[in-house]
């Protein structure tokens, strides 16, 4: 069976025989090339097959996409619907500590399989899990109809969580530095004259430059979400302490009002057909994945949403 992995040799397409066998497997028919999967090469060579974005078929054909993250199931956080808080979240992700979805095929926990429309083509399902993240990331951040929201950065993340703040009615614009980036928000709905004294303002970025403009751009006493991954540490300003703004973490997905957010996603994807022709901008094939990288890498490729199919 065929597998990404990072390699003394860089990312390599590499032939690890077959996989385990616990679980459900699933034939895969996308994964995506997620910005963390980047900086995870900066660690090292890794015996785990990489990907944590994506989707495909159960034997019985039933599409699914995977939500790449096991977990207890049975402590305080998870009782409570905050799975993503889970002590035992971190060391059981698809991608990062487990085998991912880089791959041919992959078996995971059965619960982790979750069923999708039929309507939403597999070669765009690798979406729902980044949307997923956008999903927590506004509803952590208390968005909600109405709401005048500023998006930082319009990555794929960026427009994913454009894609979730419309989806609830919430007034959305965006403040981007690449113009293919802002044509693809715009396309989903988000302005681009960017104002001042917005009810939330979410980082989509991770970077020191947008928090600066995530506090200049809030109102007071408004909220800062941060739904990207702070990579390196970032400073918070006096600005930030006068203008009493909240600042908001997220991370992965959960529950909110009794729904579960990854499936809530799902169904917002098929709902948004322009999400995928907005945010994947390039397909390859799974023999091609060391140049698939590279090319997500490149800044000078304008890439958003780099896509592998095996």
Known sequence: MRAVRNT???????????????????????????????????????????GHEFCGRLDDGTPVAV?????????????????????????????????????????????CAKVIPTTIPLEHACLVEPLAVALHGIDRAGVKPGS??????????????????????????????????????????????????YDAVLDAAGTQSAIDQAIQRVRPGGTVGIISSFWEPVTLGMDFQVKEATLVPSFTYGHHHGTCEFEEAARILDENPDLPEATITHHFSLDDAAEAFRVAGDHGADAIKVVLHP
Do not use: F, K
């Open 8 to 50: 003394e040799d860089g990312v390599q397409v590499v032939d690890v025989g077959a996989a385990r066998t616990e679980g459900v497997r699933v034939s895969v028919a996308s994964s995506g090339i997620c910005g963390s999967d980047l900086h995870l090469l900066a660690y090292g060579p890794s015996p785990v097959t990489m």
């Open 148 to 197: 005048r929201v500023l998006v930082v950065g319009a990555g794929p993340i960026g427009l994913c969580t454009i894609a979730a703040a419309r989806s609830i009615g919430a007034e959305v614009d965006v403040l981007a530095r690449r113009a293919n980036r802002t044509r693809a928000a715009e396309q989903l709905g988000a302005g681009t004259a960017v104002g001042s004294d």
């Open 67 to 111: 939500l790449p993250r096991s977990t207890c199931g049975s402590c305080e956080r998870c009782l409570a619907g905050h799975e993503q808080q889970c002590p035992h979240a971190l060391g059981s992700m698809y991608g990062i500590t487990l085998d991912g979805g880089l791959a041919d095929e992959v078996w995971v926990d059965p619960g």
